[in-house]
């Protein structure tokens, strides 16, 4: 993961929200009338993207919570995240 990434604050765009159902969580993308299934992962990786975290405190907090598959974590953190940046969902700042 590049050192520019990890210092960048993710936020969501404030027209994004999760929809939580049961044990489904499924992000609305309201510009594009459709949702995205988040697995368990993804959605500890949305709510974190407070504003307030950068991309580094996320690898850490993540990585803690998956010690066995750290560096993992880290690239589907960033794949994540661009994902996320792609659909609109979220800003990096």
Known sequence: MSQTILTMVPRHQPDHHVERVNA?????????SKAI??????????DLCDGQRSVADIVGL???AFPQDRGQVARDIQDAL????????????
């Open 24 to 32: 489904e969580v499924l992000l609305c993308l309201p510009d594009q």
């Open 37 to 46: 299934f988040l697995n368990h992962t993804a959605a500890l990786l949305w």
């Open 62 to 64: 993540l990585g803690a």
């Open 82 to 93: 661009r994902l996320l940046e792609g659909h609109g969902a979220l800003v990096l700042l």
